[in-house]
């Protein structure tokens, strides 16, 4: 199990992940040395804190599901949005999310031809 790395990703302390499941910070270091393994409903538990799967707390990579664990919050709120849209509002949001992708790359594009400007006056 790679319990100690994806804590550590999450920027979580044994303490607050301990307290969170409501067990002592010792127990969690257990589990995270490999030193005892946690129950069923210890991983679970785990997997919603963490925002993963019990597959990927085990090690078990699982190329088809997305890991949130690698998703900052404000990304994992986004997609639990996004979850509870009909197809409509679906294409809505991807042409949205399209104009903000081509929104920027003028941006930059200009910020480019700016900073042309400035170091050719010079």
């Given amino acids: 199990m790679n319990l100690k790395q994806i804590r550590k990703e999450q ?15 010792t127990t969690l270091g257990r589990y995270e040395n490999g030193i005892s ?6 991983l679970i538990k785990l997997a919603n804190i963490y925002h993963t ?6 090690g078990h990579k699982v190329p088809y599901l997305l890991d949130k664990s690698i998703l900052s919050k404000e990304q994992n709120n986004l997609i639990e949005k996004i979850i509870n849209l009909d ?3 679906c294409m809505l949001v991807d042409a949205y999310i399209e ?16 900073k042309g400007i400035t170091n050719n006056e010079n």
């Fill in 11 to 25: 920027k979580m302390t044994q303490t607050e992940v301990a307290n969170k499941l409501n067990i002592d910070y």
């Fill in 37 to 42: 393994e946690p129950n069923l409903t210890t």
């Fill in 53 to 58: 799967t019990i597959d990927n707390l085990l």
């Fill in 87 to 89: 197809k409509e509002q």
């Fill in 99 to 114: 104009g903000l992708k081509v929104g920027k790359k003028r941006q930059e594009d200009t910020i480019k031809k700016l």
